[in-house]
């Protein structure tokens, strides 16, 4: 497996997006993520990813958008990457889905989400102080 696994320790965006474009299999190990929008990259061009439930991978649908494995479990990481790269067809369904469901992300639906949860988190708070303020 070793020979099909490459690591790259820093590149410019258009690199990135040029490597991924070409990969088969995106691997996402990670412990600990606020969204997970290097995953979401990864799925927007096309790739079959392998991830933990963290995240953005916590939200994807195991065996159909995304691979999923528990964390630190080495075993089932490699089998799925290894299953995705043996297994075309379901990797190619995998991709699919998982591109499919990165379609609806795009920053300005994000921001008035986030406008949105701002304003009524402000409502309600004002709502709190002037019910104990007696107004």
Known sequence: MHARITVHPRLPNQAIAQGLAQAKVFFFPSQYEG????????????????????????????????IRCEFNDAAAMTAAIMELLDNEAWRCRIARQGWQRVQSLRWHTSVAKLDTLYRQWVADHQSTLFSYSGV
């Open 35 to 66: 969204f997970g929008i290097a995953l979401a990259e990864a799925m927007a061009c096309s790739c079959a990813a392998v991830t933990t439930p963290t995240g953005f991978g916590a939200e994807l649908k195991h065996g159909q958008e995304v």
